[in-house]
């Protein structure tokens, strides 16, 4: 039997959702959650498919990262975000000219856009056709407009323009506190599919709900690899396990049974990670990649870790898997014309090099990567940053992408609060009111990755609210920028 074999991540599973019952005092029937076990395995692939969430933590900026470049809508951002307000935030013009999106499929009223000048890398899968633009995404329970916003008629997404409880809902469809979320309800599908289910959701960037499922329970790395059960090096507890005959007899002492019922869950559990430690070690230890990633670049090295795991996913016994990783630092309140230039050239530079790996892996057709965030920001400025807001701009990148091309729908620049049309998608200071769910965002990525109409209900819970069975053609479930 495998060391970490299906069954057994299904046991363990449903051994920790029910100790959360217990500890909750839920009065849910046993008997449910056990029909919920048997529930997630959904499909058998034959395949090899990966998602890959890149996070953008803090409320990445979007009317500066995806540009207005035609000379009507680059003259209103200026005005907005130029020394007229009272700022220095607008790009110029000409400093975007290197970095133009050009679509196969030009957008309505001679609508252009062009990637902040730090974004060449980008510029170019844009323009090789593995690159897409998702216009105006965010958090939505269902489709709203403003003035349904104001009044308060219709429910929307809860503790809106909050770090954490945003990007709890980017990331779970619900605010902080959340405990599954979409990433991992796409795992539970796979786990069938999936000899060495422990690896089907791994994050390199610490502890992401995102990867939560119902059974699918996230595995972390670090930038290295598998987080390992080590102290310091040279500690009388560290030598277990940098001396090898050490940490033989350490692993040695851990297969005794144990009267002690603690104890025995204790080494049961010691084993358990040893063991995953061991055969992540053995997947990507042989792998050599002569793409070079750029240095000092942490979300750079958080995806080549990924794409070492991809390439010894036969190894790890995966034909589907979910993965997250990270940048911090895009909260600019202030300071936002140096801040965030440098982290959207770490962002460009670490997908640029994520796509030259894949392709030297012959994965770039399976591998989808896509960014997410807290929330976009205002299009007003406070000074020298820029405040809160909603919804934003998203990048999705793959050889399987329909690319070079931008989906959903260009928001007027606007800060007015008339009845005039270009007023009508934000929700005061330039916050967009998104045009596009997350929910149909995710049910597109899914679909690709394998899930069929009547499981993506079960992975996305307000799914239902959007698309022809909700009577809202406008807000289809399949936004289309997958092949």
Same mark, same amino acid.
């Given at each position: ?91 110029? $013009?000409? @400093? =975007?000219?290197?970095?133009?999106? %050009? ?5 309505? *009223? &001679?609508? #252009? ?100 499922? $119902?059974? @699918? =329970?996230?595995?972390?790395?670090? %930038? ?5 059960? *080590? &102290?310091? #090096? ?117 997908? &640029? ?131």
């Amino acid at each position: 039997m495998h060391l970490l074999d299906l069954q057994g991540h299904r046991r363990r599973a449903f051994l920790k959702r029910a100790g959360q019952l217990a500890l909750a005092g839920t009065a849910t029937p046993l008997a449910l959650n056990l029909a919920a076990i048997g529930e997630a395995a959904a499909f058998d692939a034959s395949d090899y498919k990966a998602l890959v969430c890149v996070f953008l933590f803090g409320g990445n900026d979007y009317a500066n990262t995806v540009v207005p470049y035609d000379d009507e809508r680059h003259a209103v951002y200026e005005r907005l975000r130029g020394a007229a307000s009272g700022s220095r935030l607008a790009i110029p $013009r000409p @400093a =975007l000219a290197a970095t133009e999106l %050009r679509p196969d499929e030009p957008l309505p *009223e &001679g609508t #252009r856009y062009a990637l902040a000048p730090e974004m060449p890398e980008l510029a170019a899968l844009f323009s090789q056709g593995r690159l897409a633009v998702q216009l105006n995404v965010g958090p939505l329970v269902m489709p709203l407009t403003r003035q349904q916003f104001q009044a308060g008629v219709l429910a929307r997404p809860p503790k809106l323009f909050s770090h954490n409880d945003q990007q709890s809902l980017w990331q779970a469809q619900g605010a902080e506190g959340s405990t599954r979320g979409w990433g991992g309800n796409i795992g539970d599908l796979a786990l069938q599919s999936n000899s060495g289910a422990t690896f089907t959701c791994i994050s390199v960037s610490g502890n992401a709900v995102f990867l939560s499922g $119902r059974e @699918a =329970l996230q595995f972390q790395c670090s %930038r290295a690899g598998a987080v390992a059960i *080590e &102290g310091v #090096r040279g500690s009388s507890w560290g030598q277990f396990f940098w001396e090898p005959a050490m940490r033989a007899g350490f692993e040695q002492l851990l297969q005794r049974p144990s009267s002690h019922v603690l104890a025995e869950e204790y080494a049961r559990v010691t084993r358990r990670s040893l063991g995953a430690e061991r055969l992540v070690s053995q997947a990507i230890d042989p792998v050599r990649l002569s793409t070079p990633f750029p240095e000092g670049n942490p979300l750079a090295d958080q995806l080549k870790l990924v794409a070492r795991l991809v390439a010894g996913r036969t190894a790890l016994g995966v034909k589907r898997q979910v993965f997250f990783v990270a940048l911090d630092g895009f909260d600019v309140h202030d300071n936002m014309s140096t801040r965030q230039p440098a982290l959207l050239r770490r962002l460009s530079q670490a997908l &640029g090099a994520f796509d030259a790996a894949l392709g030297e892996l012959g994965a770039r057709d399976r591998v989808t990567t896509f960014t997410a965030s807290d929330f976009g920001r205002t299009l007003s400025v406070n000074g020298d940053g820029t405040d809160h807001g909603w919804g934003g701009h998203q990048f999705v990148m793959g050889a399987a992408v329909r690319g070079r091309a931008f989906y959903g729908r260009p928001a007027p620049l606007s800060l007015g609060s008339s009845g005039a049309p270009e007023d009508q998608w934000h929700v005061g200071q330039g916050r967009l009111l998104p045009s596009t769910s997350v929910d149909q965002f995710a049910a597109t990525l899914a679909r690709w990755f394998g899930a069929n109409d009547d499981e993506l209900h079960g992975v996305l819970p307000n799914l239902g609210n959007f698309g022809d069975r909700a009577g809202r053609p406008d807000y289809p479930v399949n936004l289309g920028f997958m092949r």
